[in-house]
């Protein structure tokens, strides 16, 4: 039977300090809050109990921060996309971010399977001073285990409500995308990293922020395989393909590390979950 879970997770100031409160249905939760760099910024992990998506299973999640908010989420493993017989498995997730408010979306993995039938969106719309940093990193199967995607389907979708739109299809059988020079030429792992800003960030700020990216680019055994772009006034994006998740994720690690301290001077921590 296929599962339905959603989550809310709406944060707010109070006397300073950034609370989360939330409700869910389903296998899908928060855990404690945690306030590991003061009470500004809140700290969540997302926990879902049953480890991925079959065929049928949907995941909601429904993010929103009010103004001045502060927020880092991440989650305690990779999400799974498993093999379905047809019907497809789903992940949606909305963010929500009010003026002034900052987000660090920072999820581990999406593993997608042989066999998958999976759509993976994530959605932003985002206020005037709004802004977020995050990434989305995808395996396509488990090359290292013996368990290539040899068959199956990954819609990926992530867009900034009126500024910019990323959308396309992994399709195992189309080997010229596969394995093709001009696709991901045999590489498993696709990664993105964005910084996004609910107006444009100006010529200097941008610059900083492709600056600071492609200092760590340079610096990183991807070098050849990563790039930072500025799309739009109010987007940078980071791009890089790897052979295996662990490279791809120690550079989009390396590169928010050097977002915090330029572009919103902030100390570079790491969530404390990362290190378990």
Known sequence: MPWHARL??????????????????????????????GDALCHNVLVHPPGGLVGGDTLELEVHLEPGTQALVTTPGASRFYRSDGPLAAQHTSLHLAADARLQWLPL??????????ENRTTLSMAPGAEAMGWDVTALG????GQPFDS?????????????????????????????????AGRRCLATCWFVSGQPLGRARREQA??????????????AWAGAT?????????????PVVE????LLRAIRLQWLQTLWQQAPTQPRIWAM
């Open 8 to 37: 809310d997770l709406h944060y707010q100031l109070r006397n300073g300090k950034t609370v989360a409160t939330h409700t869910h249905s389903g296998p899908l939760r928060v855990l404690q809050s945690l306030y590991p760099e």
């Open 109 to 118: 993995e999406t593993i997608a399977y042989s066999g998958c039938q999976a």
């Open 142 to 145: 488990l090359p290292l285990a």
């Open 152 to 184: 199956g389907r990954l819609l990926q979708h992530l867009t900034l409500e009126g500024v910019w739109l990323e959308r396309g299809v992994v399709d195992a059988s189309d080997t010229r995308l596969m394995d093709g020079p001009a696709g991901l």
């Open 210 to 223: 492709l600056e600071a990216a492609r200092s760590v680019i340079a610096q990183h055994p991807l070098a």
């Open 230 to 242: 500025s799309p739009h006034p109010q987007v940078v994006v980071v791009r890089a393909l790897a």
């Open 247 to 250: 490279p791809a994720m120690e």
